[in-house]
């Protein structure tokens, strides 16, 4: 396994915090999570084990399958009638798209003597590229582990060219990791009030007693590896509660584009997110803004689209055009309710219920589930009715951005919750049909998980390959998570429903460096990105210390999360060594390291452990501990019976 561990000193939250930050001269906060301490190591995965991988062999294909079991004991071997034959014997695992971050191959043959075979990686079953090559005969006797430095790799192949020296495989791994387009950030919308606030850059500063203020959220956030950022945008901002204007305009479309142009400056990608609404819209709220509530439907579509690409101008004109722009917010109930939410049954938010006279006059994009699977023709009619206004409105915005902003990519933000993936599916059936008929359809396809809400890591894995299945000529997002790192009140970890990682700075990392994995062990490259919502406001990855100077946010060791997961060697960390009882353990003296970024395979010295004198006097298998700059390697002998 490539280790990569990065630790954070703990900054609160403990006797010895407190001795320091008195020794600093610094009074002592209350009782927090504090910084904490996170080991993170780049995200790897083998994919071999994964049920959407299948495996195939050209004799004893029912046998195929004992290759990725886990169980060393267990083989597929060609059939005995094969042996006998000229023909090459092979074993291929089909991993069911292609990987751009899939760099390593562990083979461990079934038996430890002498065979002649390659490993090979193919994009398309057609073209092969030999990424180790045994066919003399005494190399790789008994497994191999291969680096693989290119992209696209869909099928790897163990083939024996000479079937009567041909074992067998035990077990083969292929180790995926993240791949270099795997674009990692936030929402940060709240950027836009945290403007004149400091942020630690590093704390490390204030414990010598250092003045540092530190610099913009946006600053430690690049730092840490996040690479795009997405701001969303209100109408009209206004109180959720009382439906007044807010001043200032936190979150609207002139103060935005000041926070736009901080994002861009600092070379990070920008998303837009409009929620077509004054305040939240989420899956249990879509109010339409007030500008636009009175306005009959054509002339509300015909707003969706002059909003949309106006302000989409404003962006390009100030040199901040988003690489990805999403019409809608969480819209798996619609967007932009009007007199449908009578049937619908919301109440929120409170204006909207309060003025119902004004925002529920006129039609608008709420969807009737409940008339979904109806037998009741009326309540069918309207049920379909709903889903053709929904289309309308979305279209309307989705040309918007095609014509506006053509560079910009364009998203559909929904949900799966918890158990409702057949909802999910109906919601992209009747919604992608429609949009492809009028010639507007998506790029993206954007999924929130939050897994209180939306299930366990698992249930957001085959959801996402459900939908990657189901509708093949759409990218994938994870437009939202979060987990947080401390509970309230303080001191219960326990993990929040649906997820096995603890509330602390190390189940905070855990939890979202999952997320990633999930993502980008999709097939066929197909997620584009992750996000994490408001990470220095709600679920924060931000903690608070008081220094002499006030309080001051300082980053929780698991924000390096996003720059930590990724890998930058790849090492060839185990190895196979046969040889005969009595006889010297030859053990390489260098093995190889990939770096991805680059795509270049050098060559590293291992220090080994000692071999015991009598390691080899008796048939057995036993490993030899080493060392190298990149990382431990294990080298696993089998020792045979003498000749």
């Known amino acids: 396994m490539t280790q990569s561990t990065h630790r954070r000193r703990a900054l609160a939250g403990s006797a010895a915090l407190a001795v320091a930050l008195t020794t600093a001269g610094l009074a002592v906060g209350p009782p927090a999570a504090g910084y904490g301490e996170a080991v993170i190591e780049p995200v790897e995965t083998d994919l071999a084990g994964k049920d959407w991988v299948t495996t195939h062999a050209t004799s004893n294909d029912a046998a195929a399958g004992r290759a990725v079991d886990g169980d060393e004991s267990t083989a597929w071997t060609p059939s005995a009638s094969t042996r006998k034959g000229k023909k090459d014997q092979a074993l291929t695992l089909d991993l069911g798209g292609a990987y751009d971050g899939l760099h390593k191959i562990e083979v461990v043959l079934a038996e430890a003597t002498p065979a002649r075979y390659v490993v090979e990686t193919s994009a398309d079953h057609r073209r092969w590229t030999t990424v180790a090559d045994h066919r003399d005969g005494r190399s790789g006797a008994a497994g191999v582990t291969a680096l693989v430095d290119r992209d696209g790799t869909r099928y790897v192949r163990v083939r024996f060219t000479d079937a009567g020296r041909a074992p067998g495989v035990a077990e083969i791994h292929a180790y995926n990791y993240l791949r270099d387009d795997l674009r990692l950030g936030a929402d940060l919308s709240y950027a836009d009030q945290e403007r004149d606030q400091p942020y630690y ?51 609207g479309p002139e103060r935005s584009l000041t926070v736009a142009r901080e994002i861009v400056d600092r070379d990070m990608s920008l998303g837009i997110d409009f929620h077509y609404a004054d305040s939240w819209a989420d899956p249990s709220k879509q109010p339409k803004p007030r500008a636009w509530a009175e306005l009959p439907f054509d002339e509300l579509t015909a707003q969706v689209h002059d909003f949309t690409a106006d302000y989409l101008t404003r962006l390009k004109e100030q040199g901040t055009t988003p690489a990805k722009v999403a019409v809608g917010n969480e819209v798996i109930n619609g967007f932009l309710y009007g007199s449908e939410a009578r049937i619908i049954g919301t109440t929120a938010p409170q204006y909207f219920t309060d003025e119902a006279d004004v925002y529920q006059s006129q039609p608008g994009g709420g969807l009737l589930w409940d008339y979904w699977r109806s037998d009741d023709p009326a309540e069918q009619r309207l049920y379909t009715e709903q889903w053709d206004r929904f289309a309308t409105l979305m279209a309307s915005g989705i040309e918007a951005v095609r014509e506006s902003s053509p560079e910009s990519e364009v998203e559909i933000h929904a949900i799966v919750d918890t158990g409702r993936l057949d909802k999910t599916m109906e919601f992209w059936t009747q919604l992608l049909t429609r949009l492809e008929a009028a010639d507007a359809a998506p790029d993206v396809l954007a999924l929130s998980y939050y897994p209180e809400w939306h299930g366990s890591p698992e249930e957001l894995e085959h959801n996402l390959h459900t939908i990657a299945d189901a509708f093949p000529r759409y990218a994938l997002d994870v437009a939202e998570t979060a987990y947080p790192a401390e509970s309230w009140p303080p001191g219960d970890p326990t993990p929040l429903p649906n997820s096995p990682f603890p509330v602390t700075v190390q189940g905070q990392a855990d939890a979202i460096q999952r997320v990633f994995q999930v993502a980008n062990d999709v097939p066929g490259n197909r997620v584009q990105g992750v996000l994490v919502w408001e990470p220095a406001n709600w679920q924060p990855m931000f903690t608070w210390v008081e220094t002499g100077s006030g309080w001051f946010p300082e980053a929780n ?56 004198d009598d390691a080899t006097a008796a048939p057995g298998t036993f490993t030899v501990a080493g060392t190298t700059e990149y990382g431990p390697v294990t080298a696993t002998v089998h020792v045979l019976p003498g000749r």
């Open 201 to 251: 850059l590093d704390a490390e500063a204030a414990l010598a007693g250092e003045p540092d203020p530190g610099p913009h959220l946006l600053d430690v956030v690049q730092d840490r590896g996040m690479e795009h950022l997405r701001l969303r945008i209100w109408n009209d901002p206004r109180d959720e509660t009382t439906g007044v204007e807010t001043d200032p305009a936190y979150q």
């Open 557 to 612: 060791a698991s924000l390096d999360v996003f720059r930590e997961s990724d890998v930058t060697h790849v090492l060839q960390d185990d190895v196979r060594v046969v040889t005969r009882v009595d006889d010297d353990v030859r053990l390489p003296r260098t093995v190889d390291v990939l770096s991805p970024g680059d795509r270049r395979t050098a060559r590293t010295a291992v220090v080994w452990q000692a071999v015991p």
